[in-house]
Every structure is written in C-alpha cells, then in structure tokens.
C-alpha cells in the first residue's frame, strides 16, 4: 500500500483531504458561476489545457484562481466559436450575391446567338399562336426574372409534370440587357406545346405616372436595404438571433429590379383577368393546372399560409419576422404571431386587383417606411406586400408550396418534399449556386438541359 493511501489522500474516496477539497472545489465553482470575469475579462485568456497547467502550477494558484481562469478560457473559446459561426453566416449571404461565371457565359453565348442567328430571333411566340397571349380560356403563367437558367426550369418543370401542356402560355418579363440572351434560349429550345412569351421591360409603353411609381418604389426599396446593409456589422449580430434577418439587405433579390415589379403585373398584363405568378426560384413537380379553377371566395390573390407541420407551425415566418410591432404606425390589430403567407406561388385575380387599391396602398406604406427611417420592417418585398394586401389573401392547401429550401436546413422531409407540387428555393442557397444544398439542388437540376450545347460550353454546374 502507498504512503497516500495509509495516510487517507485518496482524492475523491471519502477521507478528510478529499472531502475538504470538494468542498473548497464546489464553493469554487458556485462562486465562479454568479461571479464575473475581471482583470481583462476574457480577453487575453488561456487558449490551451497545457497553458492552464502551466499558468497554475508556476504560481501555485489556488482553487479559485483556476475555476476562475477556467472559466474565462471556456467562455474566450465559446465567443471565438460564436465570432466564427457569424462571420461564416456572412460570407454565405455574401456569397449568393455572385453571379457564376457558367451564367455569365451563358448569357453572352446566347447574346452573341441571337445577333448571328436568325432562328434566335424569330418570333415568341409564333405567329399562329400570339392570339393565345390574350385568351383567358388559356391557363397563363407569369415570371419576371433576368436569369435565363432559372426561367428554363420553371418552365420545363410545369410543362413536364402538366396533364395538359397545350393549355399552358408563359408570359416572361426580363430587364433589356437580359432579353436577347432570354429571347435566343426559348427560340431554340422550342416546347412542343405550350407557348412562350418573352418580353422585355423597354419594349413596354407605360403612362408617365406608372413610370414615376415604379421609380420611386425602387428608390425606397433601395434606401431601405442600403441603410441595413450599411447598417450591419459583425458585432450587433447575434447568431441565430432577431438581427439574422438583417442579413436580408444583403440578399441580391433586395436589389432586384425583376423582384419588386410584380406590385405591377395588372399593369404589366392589362388583358389578363387571372395568373399564376411563380418565381425564377421555384420547380413545379406536379400538375398545377387546378389552380386556375380555385375559388378566392373574392379575394385577390391565392397563397400558402397554413403549414404541412401542423398547429404552431409556419411553413415560413411569422408576422413579427418582418414587421416592427413597436413601432405605432404598424396596426395593433394584427397577430404578430400569425403566419406570413408565402410568395413564390401565388394565384392572382387581376381583375379584382384592378378594383381595389392594393397597389396605390403599397406605395402609401413605401412613403411611410421612408418618413420613419426606414424601422418598419426588414428589407425584401414581402413585408411591404403584407401589409398590403391585408384582407385580400385566401389561403390554399399547404402542399401546394414548399418553401425555404434555399437555407441551411429545412424541416420538410423526403414525402413532403416529394408531395408539394412546387419547391420554392427562397433564400441565399440558389440552387444554381455552389454553396445550394447537394440533397435539394438534385430536385432542381434534374430539370437542367445538360445536353443543350451551351450548357456544355459554359460547364453549368450539374
């Protein structure tokens, strides 16, 4: 037997020594817990157990003293770790403001197509069947979108998975830069049945007061996210917390001229009485042709508000993610807690729009957000819509969109996913970019023609 074990040293086995330095240890401990760090706080603090030791037996310290240094190591680690997590969260948002150089090429591809080839500058759709453009027994899609990757999918999605394609006619609105490489691509990949229009924004002639409206209202829009975007640093972050939707003023849709125009598509398609809106972001999986026989019960515009999860589950945000409820001029009457009804899909009755003042009451709402500095809401289009459209939502079946694939996890699993009849991919991770999620941007690309020759030369991402 040891000289410790006859003398009853064994720590932690009962005898005198052992007890008392649990005792001194734990009221150590409790003591550390309530107390805070000084001297520097965690700064400067130890990095590494070798450090510890080296620290505590060099000048014999005493039991306080470690719980203390331990303490403040543990805490300068967890900060460190907290510090890493945000500063990673960042450079994903900033990471889908990028552009691949694949879409840039395919752009200048077709552009350079169009120019040299006639058949990508014949007419969409053709003659025989513009007078479809108009027809309202013809189920009518509208996407306003600069990115020509995205809109062949939306559209060879729906097509593929419609009963009956024939009664399909795509209306596609792109900014001038956008509409030659746009026109080229839908004039080369020919559909076999429905019909394709692609029109570009200069081609438009608006009023003087629908000019001045869209220009302002992107003035603000722009105010509002450069004043977050300015706004935001690393340090007034709290990863996972109220301030994450800051990050918003960074997502590149903040700015998208494309994105903000949709408050005018009864103007965009004056003949028009009712569309499915589906964003650039979207795939459709399933025949979507019921929605053009929904009843909205009068309301103007269809959308997903109930979730697939069940009670106390929003398929998106709630109201209190985009609007300030402290501030007086948003309406006390609203649940904050309410869910938020989801873009990306949405049927709209134009006609009823065109009786209302949905879009005037926008731009009331624009002029408020500006005269409050910009306190509102979080930047994006949505919040604005919210307010709105107040009144005018119907809410359709929750399988109908699935949404928030484009972050980091989604709580829909394997048969939901494969169920909804559109996944919508909001959020940073764009399913044409690297840093999209491999198991959800499967969904996505299957529907990427990887044969056509400029794919191929431009290497798309498969």
């Known amino acids: 037997m040891g000289f410790a074990e006859c003398k009853g040293w064994r720590l932690f086995s009962g005898g005198y020594i052992s007890q008392k330095l649990r005792e001194e240890l734990t009221r150590a401990l409790i003591e550390v817990k309530d107390g805070n760090i000084v001297d520097g706080g965690t700064e400067g603090s130890l990095e590494t157990f070798s450090e510890l030791v080296k620290e505590m037996t060099s000048k014999q310290q005493d039991i306080k ?14 900060q460190k770790v907290q510090s890493a997590k945000k500063r990673e969260l960042m ?19 077709l552009a350079e197509e169009y120019a040299v080839n006639a058949m990508a500058r014949s007419c969409l759709p053709p003659p025989e069947h513009v007078s479809r453009l108009a027809d309202t027994s013809f189920n009518h899609i509208v996407l306003l979108t600069d990115n020509v990757l995205a809109a062949s999918v939306v559209i060879s999605s729906t097509v593929e998975n419609a009963a ?13 830069k956008t509409y030659s490489p746009m026109h080229a691509w839908f004039a080369t990949n020919t559909l076999k049945s429905a019909v394709v229009e692609v029109k570009g924004l200069h081609q438009y002639d608006w009023s003087q007061e629908v000019n001045v409206g869209v220009k302002q209202m992107l003035e603000i829009h722009h105010l509002i996210c450069s004043h977050y975007y300015n706004n935001l640093k690393e340090n007034d972050l709290e990863y996972g917390g109220e301030h994450q939707n800051f990050l918003e003023a960074l997502s590149p849709s903040c700015l998208s001229l494309m994105n903000h125009l949709r408050i005018y598509i009864p103007e965009l398609f004056p003949e028009l009485n009712k569309i499915v809106f589906l964003d650039d972001d979207v795939v459709v999986q399933h025949d979507i042709s019921s929605l053009w026989t929904l009843d909205l019960n009068g309301k103007i515009i269809g959308a997903v508000i109930d979730s697939w999860c069940g009670e106390n589950c929003c398929p998106g945000r709630k109201y209190k993610d985009y609007l300030n409820f402290s501030h007086p001029v948003i309406p006390t009457h609203l649940d904050q807690d309410r869910c938020a009804w989801l873009s990306g899909m949405n049927i709209f009755d134009l006609e009823a729009w065109r009786r209302s003042n949905i879009t005037s009451s926008y731009h009331k709402w624009l002029k408020l957000s500006l005269n409050s500095g910009f306190t509102l809401w979080q930047p994006g289009v949505l919040p604005p819509s919210l307010l709105a459209f107040q009144g005018h939502v119907h809410p359709i079946d929750p399988l109908w969109q699935v949404a928030g694939l484009g972050y980091r996890s989604s709580s829909a699993g394997g048969q939901i996913l494969e169920a909804a009849a559109v996944l919508h991919f909001n959020g940073p991770a764009k399913p044409w970019l690297e840093i999209g999620s491999p198991e959800v941007r499967s969904l996505w690309s299957r529907h990427v023609n990887f044969s056509n020759s400029f794919i191929q030369k431009c290497r798309v991402l498969h």
């Open 164 to 176: 009956n394609p024939e009664k399909l006619v795509f209306h596609i609105v792109t900014d001038k």
């Open 91 to 109: 450079y994903w948002y900033l990471a889908s403001r990028g552009v691949p150089k694949s879409l840039h090429c395919l752009c200048l591809k």
């Open 65 to 78: 003293a470690f719980a203390f240094k331990t303490k403040a190591m543990l805490l300068g680690m967890e």
